[in-house]
T-cell receptor, first 110, second 114 residues
Framework: DQQVKQNSPSLSVQEGRISILNCDYT??????FLWYKKYPAEGPTFLIS?????DKNEDGRFTVFLNKSAKHLSLHIVPSQPGDSAVYFC?????????FGQGTELSVKP | DAGVIQSPRHEVTEMGQEVTLRCKPI?????LFWYRQTMMRGLELLIY????????DSGMPEDRFSAKMPNASFSTLKIQPSEPRDSAVYFC????????????FGEGSRLTVL
C-alpha cells in the first residue's frame, strides 16, 4: 500500500524548459516532505525539503510546492539542464523514517 | 567523512544461497536504515535502527530477511535462503536525527539471485 505515490515513471523535457515532477500522499498527518535525486550506480542524495507550515520552498533552480488540501506536492526545475537527468524520489517523513515514492526518471534533452 | 559505506557493490548468487550485505554508517549518526529499490515500489524501507536498536522492521518482507547492528559502526542485512525475487538494489542510509531531516545514502549493493 503506497502512502507516497509518483504516478509518472518518466518525464522528458527540452533543455531550458521547466520540469514538473509530481507526488501524492495519502496520510494527512505527514508534515515534512523531501525530494531526493539519484544518478545511476549512486545512492540518492538530498535535494530540497518543505515543511507543512509552508506551501513553497525555493533553492536556486529548484522549487517545491505543497498543496495540503490536495495532499499533493510538486518539484519544479527551471531552467532544466542535461545534468538534471536522473531519477527523482519524493519522500514523506512521518517521524523517525522516510517513506519514498516509486520515483520519476527525468530526461533533459539538449 | 567517507560517507556511508556498503559492501559488496555487486553480488550474484544462486537461489537458496545465503547473502550478507554490509554497511558502515557515517560516524556519529544515530539512525541507520535499510532500503530496497525496485521498479514497482521505488525505495522501500525494510528496517531501521536507533542507537543500534531495531525500531521498525515492519518492512522486512519475510522471515528469510534479518538485520543486525552489533555496534554503532556496522550493520548487516542477511537473506537466507535467497530467491530470484530478492534481486534488487539494497541501500543503507544513516542520519544524525530521526526527523525531520535528511538521510545520507550509501552507493547501494546490487543483488542478483539466479
Amino acid at each position: 500500500d503506497q502512502q507516497v505515490k509518483q504516478n509518472s515513471p518518466s518525464l522528458s523535457v527540452q533543455e531550458g524548459r521547466i520540469s514538473i515532477l509530481n507526488c501524492d500522499y495519502t496520510n494527512s498527518m505527514f508534515d515534512y516532505f523531501l525530494w531526493y535525486k539519484k544518478y545511476p550506480a549512486e545512492g540518492p542524495t538530498f535535494l530540497i525539503s518543505i515543511s507543512s507550515i509552508k506551501d513553497k520552498n525555493e533553492d536556486g533552480r529548484f522549487t517545491v510546492f505543497l498543496n495540503k488540501s490536495a495532499k499533493h506536492l510538486s518539484l519544479h526545475i527551471v531552467p532544466s539542464q542535461p545534468g538534471d537527468s536522473a531519477v527523482y524520489f519524493c519522500a514523506a517523513n512521518p517521524g523517525g523514517k522516510l517513506i519514498f515514492g516509486q520515483g520519476t526518471e527525468l530526461s533533459v534533452k539538449p | 567523512d567517507a560517507g556511508v559505506i556498503q559492501s559488496p557493490r555487486h553480488e550474484v548468487t544462486e537461489m537458496g544461497q545465503e547473502v550478507t550485505l554490509r554497511c558502515k554508517p557515517i560516524s556519529g549518526h544515530d539512525y541507520l536504515f535499510w532500503y530496497r529499490q525496485t521498479m514497482m515500489r521505488g525505495l522501500e524501507l525494510l528496517i531501521y535502527f536507533n542507537n543500534n536498536v531495531p525500531i521498525d522492521d515492519s518492512g522486512m518482507p519475510e522471515d528469510r530477511f534479518s538485520a543486525k547492528m552489533p555496534n554503532a559502526s556496522f550493520s548487516t542485512l542477511k537473506i537466507q535462503p535467497s530467491e530470484p525475487r530478492d534481486s534488487a538494489v539494497y541501500f543503507c542510509a544513516s542520519s544524525l536525527a530521526g526527523g525531520p531531516g535528511e538521510l545520507f545514502f550509501g552507493e547501494g549493493s546490487r543483488l542478483t539471485v539466479l
